[in-house]
């Protein structure tokens, strides 16, 4: 379960849309709200990796746990150097 947690924390296109989740959520926030939509991004994309490249070698489940404890850590960069950016430009 490790060695998942760790392959998915290094995955570039996982990477690339929690970056652009955060970037959506920014953009509408007045509508939607902040927390939500990261809510049920980090969810989505625990979900829809797997089942859209699965991996023979691990249960579903166990991708989708491992996926939800990996998008996690992967948000809370992300959202720091995002509130740094909008900090920036204030």
Do not use: C, E, Y
């Amino acid at each position: 379960m490790t060695d998942l947690v760790l392959a998915q924390l290094t995955d570039v296109f996982r990477i690339g849309l929690i970056i652009g989740l955060v970037f959506t959520m920014h953009k509408t926030a007045a509508v939607t709200g902040r927390v939500l939509p990261l809510a049920l991004g980090v969810v989505f994309l625990a979900v829809m990796l797997p089942a859209t490249m699965p991996s023979p070698s691990v249960s579903f489940a166990d991708a989708i746990v491992a996926g939800l404890v990996s998008n996690t850590i992967i948000l809370a960069p992300v959202l720091g150097v995002a509130w740094l950016i909008a900090r920036s430009r204030r």
